[in-house]
């Protein structure tokens, strides 16, 4: 079992910056992408950015251009670089891991960001 552990939320002012994280708890064989999801108020789980084990980026045409994705080199560790955020960004935002090979999905249990106008 793998367990995702976020950081980095919490209450910005409109235009601010937040770097959020997540680091699984152990290391994956095989190839896995990464990601970001959200949830807004009354909404449903929706796709934020992911990055694949090449380093690729997709992005939800909402945040491109403010967010921006990453993860580091041989580690289960990716970050989400927030800027300009806006107030309609206040979400709960999630990790997430899947295995390429199996295509076994796994969630953090989400980090609070509070973007105030």
């Known amino acids: 079992q793998v367990q995702l552990v976020e950081s980095g939320g919490g209450l910005v002012q409109s235009g601010g910056s937040l770097r959020l994280s997540c680091q699984a708890s152990?290391?994956?064989?095989?190839?896995?992408?990464m990601g970001w999801f959200r949830q807004r108020p009354g909404g449903q789980r929706e796709l934020a950015a992911t990055?694949?084990?090449?380093?690729?980026?997709n992005y939800a045409d909402s945040v491109k251009g403010r967010f921006t994705i990453s993860r580091e080199t041989g580690k289960t560790t990716v970050h989400l670089q927030m800027s300009s955020l806006k107030p309609e960004d206040t979400a709960v935002y999630y990790c997430?891991?899947?295995?390429?090979?199996?295509?076994?999905?796994?969630w953090g249990p989400g980090t609070q960001v509070t973007v105030s106008s």
């Open positions: 990055i694949a084990e090449d380093g690729t980026t």
């Open positions: 997430s891991l899947v295995v390429v090979n199996d295509g076994e999905y796994y």
């Open positions: 152990r290391n994956i064989l095989g190839l896995f992408n």
